[in-house]
């Protein structure tokens, strides 16, 4: 046993194997697209979908108020966030267009964006833009190397000084294609000195970024619990911060009341299964040492298992300074593999080659005109996974190499 097993026992193959349901054989390292569901949230949930089942009308008539109420209330906790402050939604995709939605909009104002931002980011923009005349978008180049927060932090003070129409910032915590912690507060304290709203896109960081949403400044802030805490897809959240005076609307709402319980909660016949789970999910989490045990876990084992993937393949880790790296994600260049380019669509096809040939689901992203895997870790995973998925990219490359000499 080595002695990340030995000083955490309870993680790794064991929890693997008592906790959760994964498939025997099956390397799951994609966490940042949807995490693995304990076996105990899957039972809350099967729980609430047998209930439900048995008899329909009670839940909704008399239980779903309270159901979504002590669901919001368990996550709000967990967030630091005062739960009056808190709507639950499906995704940050419906928790980005129902912010935008509710800014009030002037022609001529702008929505200045990243190019790391989300595809759902931007189709909400268009969105906006769609039912608000005027309104432009405006896009931060955020490119690879990065040298420290000041060079992000610049380049948005660069864009407000050149335009004095942005209205709205939305950023993203932990940007998808490069996998790099933004320095949000300071982009923040810039926006406001302007006062521009804020907008977080925080997918990534419920259960893997400790937050603190009362003592955030920004405007809004959205994220998914799918991800990173133990919870079936389908629930993520809003927070909306004390001092915006303005309402926060949902896209879709039954209820004729203003209150953002209200049209949050009561959107008619809709299945809330993941909702219901919430409370049970926090106290996983809490049960396996909160988030310091999990993050002194996760930390290490996704250290170990980028030293051995960056020694076996002889490569390099995105350039980007260390302090920027998230806590559970790192990204590694991958050696030549013959046979598969550098675009996106080469580390698609690789993705589901990977799947097809070796039962790995993993993340490859195309940076700078390079291929990478983005690593994620969580505590039902150990360095195992990891050696099998470097060895599985060399026994392409060298089939590769083969190849192409017998040609």
């Known amino acids: 046993m080595d002695s990340l097993q030995e000083q955490f026992s309870e993680f790794g193959t064991k929890l693997r194997q008592t906790d959760f349901v994964l498939e025997e054989g099956y390397t799951f390292i994609n966490h940042g697209y949807v995490g693995a569901v304990p076996k105990t949230v899957i039972a809350a949930e099967q729980r609430f979908k047998d209930e439900t ?25 967990f967030l630091n966030a005062d739960p009056k402050d808190v709507v639950l939604v499906p995704n940050v995709t419906t928790g980005i267009s129902s912010i935008l939605m509710s800014i009030p909009f002037k022609t001529a104002d702008t929505i200045l964006l990243t190019n790391q931002a989300y595809p759902c980011i931007n189709n909400a923009c268009s969105q906006t833009l769609h039912h608000n005349k005027g309104v432009k978008t405006k896009v931060v180049n955020i490119d690879v190397p990065i040298q420290d927060n000041a060079q992000v932090v610049n380049l948005y003070q ?53 937050l603190n949403l009362d003592k955030m400044e920004a405007d809004f802030f959205t994220a998914n619990f799918y991800k990173w805490m133990f919870v079936p897809w389908g629930c993520g959240f809003v927070w909306k911060n004390k001092k915006v005076t303005f309402p926060l609307r949902c896209l879709t709402s039954s209820s004729p009341n203003d209150d953002m319980v209200s049209q949050f909660c009561l959107q008619g016949f809709k299945e809330d299964s993941s909702i219901s789970t919430l409370p049970t999910a926090v106290e996983y989490i809490q049960i396996k040492g909160g988030l310091e045990r999990i993050s002194a876990y996760n ?36 050696p030549e593999v013959p046979g598969f380019g ?40 150990c360095l195992d996974d990891y050696k099998k998925f470097g060895e599985a990219v060399m026994s392409l490359a060298e089939k590769g190499k083969i190849r192409n000499s017998e040609c």
């Not at 051995?308 to 350039?319: A, D, E, G, R, V």
């Open 299 to 334: 930390t290490r084992l996704l250290q170990m298992a980028s030293d051995h993937l960056i020694s076996l393949w002889n490569t390099s880790k995105l350039p980007i300074p260390s302090s920027m790296e998230p806590p559970f994600l790192r990204m590694i260049r991958l």
């Open 53 to 77: 089942r048995r008899q329909p009308a009670n839940y909704f008539l008399r239980k779903q108020l309270s159901t979504w109420i002590k669901g919001r209330d368990s996550v709000a906790d």
């Open 158 to 210: 660069e864009a407000l000084d050149n335009d004095p129409s942005v209205r709205v910032v939305v950023m993203e915590y932990i940007p998808c294609p490069c996998t790099v912690q933004l320095p949000v507060e300071e982009i923040i304290q810039l926006c406001q000195k302007r006062n521009v709203i804020t907008v977080i896109d925080g997918a990534h960081a419920p259960g893997h970024i400790q």
């Open 342 to 381: 550098t675009s996106q669509e080469d580390a698609n096809s690789l993705m589901d080659l990977m799947y097809d040939n070796y039962h790995i689901d993993v993340s490859l992203k195309s940076v700078n005109n390079q291929l990478y895997v983005r690593l994620s870790v969580q505590i039902y995973n």
